[in-house]
């Protein structure tokens, strides 16, 4: 069974969410707080991390041809959370732009038969929408708090 390629557009739509927040906001509403621990800014790098976590996934599983599973656990946004907080807001928001860009085109003209496999392992790495537009509606609950 081929893979529905309207991730492709998600995945742009998302891209095009973040570009617009970015755009919209200021450097003191990058600083917002989303939830306890979180501010807008933190939510943007978070969201380049795990784009990047994907390209490797990308990479490691054209290298090997077969499906690469890393070993990384939801611990890692926490030991993250201090590096993610450095970062200036208008950086961190440039790095998830450009990440979901070339992560986007990355997924779009992947090998299908890897990419399927890759999807049968985890949606979320091919829908790159479904986490991005998860903290995307949280960071935006937030602003209108």
Not at 3 to 10: A, T
Not at 62 to 89: H, T, Y
Request: no cysteine; hydrophobic share 45%.
């Amino acid at each position: 069974m081929a893979l529905d390629r309207s991730f492709v557009e998600r995945n742009r739509a998302s891209t095009e969410r973040i570009r617009a927040l970015a755009a919209r906001l200021s450097d003191e509403e990058m600083q917002h707080p989303v939830g306890e621990h979180w501010t807008v800014a933190i939510a943007l790098a978070h969201l380049a991390f795990w784009d990047r976590r994907v390209m490797y996934v990308l990479d490691m599983t054209e290298r090997d041809g077969k499906v690469f599973i890393p070993e990384i656990d939801i611990f890692v946004n926490d030991l993250s959370l201090p590096l993610w907080a450095a970062i200036p807001p208008r950086a961190a928001a440039r790095l998830a732009i450009e990440t979901a860009e070339t992560l986007d085109k990355r997924l779009e003209d992947y090998s299908p038969a890897l990419l399927e496999d890759i999807y049968n392992t985890s949606q979320r790495w091919v829908i790159r929408a479904l986490h991005r537009g998860e903290h995307l509606d949280e960071v935006d609950a937030a602003l209108k708090g």
